[in-house]
Structures are given as C-alpha cells and as structure tokens.
C-alpha cells in the first residue's frame, strides 16, 4: 500500500491558539482596505474557548500582477533587504525599492541632526 501525498488544505493559516496551542479557526473577517483584513478567530478547543482579532496583511508584490489597480499601494520589492533578481546593475549602496526614500549618504563624521 504506498501513501501518496496528501494536497495541502486549501489556504490554512497555521495559526495556534497562544495559551493552549490548539488550532484556531477564522470565525469571520471583513475587508479594512484592498490589502488587509480583520479576521476573527475562535480556539477550536472547547474547554479554552478563547477568540481573537487579528488582521491578514499584504505587505508587498511578490510577482506583479498583469493589471494593477491604481489605488492598491504595494511595493514590488520586500520590505527588507534581500538580493532578489539581479535584473538591475548594482549601484553603490543603494536600498532597492522605488518607495525607499533615499538614505542620507553624508560621512561626515560630525554631523549633527536636528
Ligand atoms: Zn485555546
């Protein structure tokens, strides 16, 4: 008898209850904003009964879609540094992303701020 692979559940957040650690299971959500959702949950286990409120975020593009919708505001690149394609020319110490505001390049050494 071989036991093939099981297809993963459909999109199931692996979120555990903090106090018990059993499943916790969405309850109901309702849409904040294009890229986020407030989600209700509820411990699956009767005897800790807990339910929270969370939000589900879309924090950035991982491939971009074929047609944006000009009022979703999400950047194409992480928000952390991470060598992704290296499709560009690397170019002096540069944070990739076109959100990224430019870093203040100033070596003095006694600059002040503020
Ligand atoms: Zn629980």
Redo the contacts with the bound molecule.
Sequence with gaps: MSVRRHVHHHARIGV???????F?RTRSSRSVSPTCRQVNFA???E????TYRGYLQLTHIISPPARPNPHVELSVSPPRKQPANDDQPRRHDTPGGPEVPPANDVDAPGAAIG
Aim: proline fraction near 7%.
């Design positions: 555990s209850c903090p106090h018990c650690g059993s916790i411990c699956s286990n005897e800790c009964g807990a």
